[in-house]
């Protein structure tokens, strides 16, 4: 896990004009896609999707809040943490999305399927012409 003192690396001047947006920086930063799609912002068991993930560090999860409150001093916590939250999730959708890579055999192999299937058609299609 990085440390809380990375997040000087990312230049709050550069994310843009929202809080939003710096929190998402500040993650990205912090963090790479699959640790924040594994991760929650508690850790506590969500009942509707099944066992918790783990929680991200509570003294980074205050860095980024102390962080982005000091660039937008009307943002509160909760709010913030919403956005992590945001985050957090959003990554889980796209890493479910995300079709594994394949191996030079499975790409083979789904590629000679492909044309096993494609002269299956076509075997039958000239089977089905005949008949008539």
Known sequence: ????????????????????????????????????ASHSISGLINSKKGPSKPALPEDQIQAILREVQHYFPGK?????KGYISQKLQNESKRLRKKPLPLSTKEEEQCRMASMVKSTVKGVVAVVNVSAT
């Open 1 to 36: 896990m990085p440390t809380v003192s990375s997040l000087s690396r990312v230049n709050p001047s550069n994310t843009g004009t929202t809080a939003q947006k710096l929190t998402n920086d500040l993650l990205r930063g912090l963090y790479d896609q699959d640790c924040l």
């Open 76 to 80: 509160t916590d909760s709010e913030i």
